[in-house]
């Protein structure tokens, strides 16, 4: 039967479940049974997003025409706090819905086991700007997918990319407009990236090849 | 999960998880474009060696919109014409390039022996009077859809249920996901023999009428003997029929289903088949989703 294996970029995150941790411990010494360094705080993830919230506000000025689009499962929650940042500054609701690329991957035979998250669009996409919104921006492959997932759903005038950690390593020709954060990464780590909505538990862990 | 043969040994959780990936697959069909590239450069090969025709289709859509080709094969102006043994037929198609089966035939156990030849996924379509899977997962998911939830759910079965593989497969899946099903029909139209089944028993639809959640009505079938055991058509409407009268006796939260083809007028009036709380057009709406997920979940394992 079909095991639940989250549908993001393989080796990138998610692999090694970290030990479990009590939900609202925000201190850097956080205790890991594996000892994988911490590399954002939750304090430094909230930082990040307030930041390329306040690009996307810059870039866009014309807010009204702005959709966000989360790739589940953590670019949902994303998304949603970089619109009630959005909502704190210019006191406006900028539509916020999910992309799921679990039937777009091409991976099917590699990795068959692939979880489908939901897909909700809340307003025609036609003519508007999409942002696509996710947690580790890595081979570029699960953009590639959304990005077809996209045309499928409607025509969006133009399509943006929010990433909260870019560890490098692109197999593709896709890069991000906004950036939470740079890693430098060595292709065998894996970068963990786990958030209060969705985990219990806020931080991003490199965890090393095993 | 390599086949889908049979609902008896899928459990709960089984279940629920084709039933949640369906509702993604619904999601699916309700888009602009209907469409995604999952399977694409799959070949879905389509045997069907018993009429068919909403069975037939939705698979066909299914595959479709998964972006599978597919490929049908008929027994009429086949070579199973030609004295072609049910494994040859079943073995060429593999070798022309079926990455899956899906099987309809007229004898028990035909999707299962197929199975047992091929190296491909295998959905039974419906064997005979044994089961007809998909079926019931796309009632479980109409239902799950109106009520939330199945569990304590009362559903009773009414008609020819020794014909009938539908209620075969609906029996186990309901039952392994809570509701509570009692079978309504003339003993001559009960099996021989219902051991092991987790069900009650009724002999007369006013017993159910009023305490019922879902009132699933199932057609006499004359192709396979049923309309012998039956005194007479009038009599058979008298105790089994949901006629408008005992619709408007069932409770105002209660539904109507009822798996195609109807003989309206038999086990079901002209207006309860139209009525609002019949859904019988969300049934073959949803056995497209829930057919795409079961081949995502056959193609899925197959590769593990």
């Given amino acids: 039967m079909i095991e639940s294996r989250p549908a993001s970029e393989p080796a990138s995150q998610h692999a090694g479940q970290p030990a479990s941790q009590p939900a609202g411990t925000h201190q850097r010494a956080t205790f890991r049974s594996d000892a994988a360094p911490l590399l954002l705080t939750p304090d430094e993830i909230g930082r990040a997003l307030r930041r390329v919230s306040h690009e996307i506000l810059e870039q866009l000025p014309d807010l009204s025409q702005v959709v966000l689009l989360g790739i589940p499962t953590r670019g949902v929650p994303l998304a949603r706090r970089i619109a009630s940042v959005i909502k704190e500054f210019e006191g406006i609701d900028v539509p916020v819905g999910s992309v799921d690329v679990g039937l777009y991957r091409d991976d099917l035979d590699y990795r068959p086991t692939t979880r489908l998250g939901p897909t909700e669009v809340p307003v025609n996409l036609d003519g508007r700007t999409v942002v696509l919104v996710d947690d580790v921006l890595f081979t570029g492959r699960t953009i590639r997918a959304a990005l077809d997932a996209l045309a499928d759903l409607g025509r969006p005038r133009n399509v943006q990319l929010a990433a909260l950690v870019d560890r490098g390593h692109r197999q593709l020709p896709i890069r991000a407009d906004y950036v939470g954060k740079n890693l430098p990464t060595s292709v065998e780590e894996r970068v963990t990236v786990q958030l209060e909505e969705t985990d219990g538990t806020e931080g991003v862990w490199l965890e090393r090849a095993r | ?304």
């Fill in chain 2, 1 to 304: 999960m390599n086949h889908l043969l049979s609902t008896e040994y899928l459990s709960a959780t089984d279940l629920t998880r084709i039933l949640n990936m369906a509702d993604e697959m619904a999601e699916v069909l309700d888009r602009p474009i209907p469409k995604v590239p999952t399977l694409r450069g799959k070949t879905v090969g389509l045997v069907f060696f018993e009429n068919s025709t909403r069975t037939r289709l939705s698979f066909e859509r299914a595959a479709k919109a998964l972006s599978a080709d597919t490929m049908t094969f008929g027994s009429q102006g086949s070579s199973m014409t030609k004295g072609e043994s049910l494994r040859d037929t079943a073995l060429t198609l593999e070798a022309i390039g079926a990455d899956l089966m899906v099987v309809r035939h007229y004898a028990v156990g035909a999707a299962h022996r197929i199975s047992e030849w091929v190296d491909v996924p295998v959905i039974n379509a419906g064997d005979g009077t044994n089961q007809h899977p998909t079926q019931a997962l796309l009632d479980a998911l109409t239902l799950r859809q109106r009520f939330g939830k199945l569990d304590g759910l009362a559903v009773a079965i009414v008609g020819d249920i020794r014909h009938s593989r539908v209620a075969r497969s609906n029996v186990f899946a309901l039952n392994a996901l809570g509701a509570e099903v009692t079978l309504v029909a003339p003993a001559t139209l009960l099996p021989t023999s219902l051991e092991g089944w987790p069900v009650k028993v009724a002999y007369h639809i006013d017993e159910v009428v009023e305490d019922t959640d879902v009132m699933y009505l199932l057609r006499i079938q004359a192709e396979r003997g049923g309309d012998q055991v039956v005194p007479s058509l009038p009599e058979y409407v008298s105790r089994f029929g949901l006629t408008e009268q005992r619709y408007a006796r069932m409770s105002g939260d209660s539904v109507v289903l009822h798996p195609g083809p109807m003989n309206r007028g038999v086990e079901i009036a002209h207006g309860v088949a139209e009525a609002e709380r019949s859904l019988v057009l969300s049934q073959v709406r949803n056995g497209v989703a829930v057919r795409m997920a079961v081949m995502l979940t056959l193609f899925g394992a197959h590769h593990d």
